[in-house]
């Protein structure tokens, strides 16, 4: 498997280093965004394990996201990721979050209102952006576009409309929100399905749950490894997340799991509920059942 890290909620200074070592463990895929408020320091990771020689530019997947206040504006927004970065191109760039927000705001990045409420731009739909990352094609810095945080009714909303299939649909996937129909409607339409969040959460109780720890005895594992190997098997890829080399190191460990292994991971939502732990505040109805 080609390693995938991600860059969200690392501390200042820890993403240059995990970077770097990520690639040079052997990771393909780094997987960031403008909002995260950490492409320099990826740049510099990037640049350093290019600087090494072991590898090259055209070796490694990079993904980017456009923020929801640069909805109107994604060329802007990408030149700024690209110029932190220090690369002329992305190889899938994605929109963050299917909900605009007023560019004109309080704030660049988390505009609000007096009440507190997130300052959205209902003048613009997710729609019209989409359409406009289907112009960044033509201009050489985007390899693919696709989406995240997409349920089926936005999915459903969105592909009469466009021209060009998302690439991609990142979303939140674990044991406790296997988001089965969506997994199987972009299947279906040729959409790859990348996992965040696959662990649950930082201290999730998924590393403690009997149907996890059951499989990780089974197989000599650690939880974690049960928890990544799970999205492989279910033919998605995975977004780990560590700025640890010991971590990032084991995050690559990734083992077969039959049927049975995959019988008690599929019952452990249904058993303990389904439970979504990235839901930002936007006062928006995703059209996700978990949230009706």
Known sequence: ?????????????????????????????????????????????LAEGFKSGKVKRRDVFVTTKLWCTYHSRPEENLDM?????????????????????????????????????????????????YKAMEKL?????????????YSLKYL???????????????????????????????????????????LGSTGSPLFKDEGVVKVAEKHDVEPGVVLLSYHVARRSSVLAKSVTPKRIESNRNIIKLDADDMKNLEKIHKEKGMKRFVYPEFGVDFGFPDKQ
């Open 156 to 198: 459903q909303e969105l592909l009469p409309q466009i021209s060009i299939v998302p690439a991609v649909n990142q979303i939140e996937n674990h044991p406790y929100l296997p988001q089965q129909e969506i997994v199987d409607f972009c299947r279906d339409r040729g959409i790859h399905v990348t996992a965040y969040s696959p």
């Open 81 to 129: 990721s690209l110029k932190s970065l220090g690369l002329d191109y992305v190889d899938l760039y994605l929109m963050h979050w299917p909900v605009p927000m007023n560019p004109k705001g309080n704030d660049p990045k988390f505009p609000k209102h007096a009440d507190g409420s997130r300052d959205l731009d209902t003048s613009w739909s997710h729609i019209q952006t």
């Open 137 to 149: 094609l033509q201009t050489g810095k985007v390899r693919a576009i696709g989406v995240c945080n």
């Open 1 to 45: 498997m080609k390693g995938r890290d991600r860059t969200w909620q690392s501390a200042p200074g820890e993403v240059t280093k995990a970077v770097a070592h990520a690639l040079s463990v052997g990771y393909k895929h780094i997987d960031c965004a403008y909002v995260y408020g950490n492409e320099d320091e990826v740049g510099a990771g």
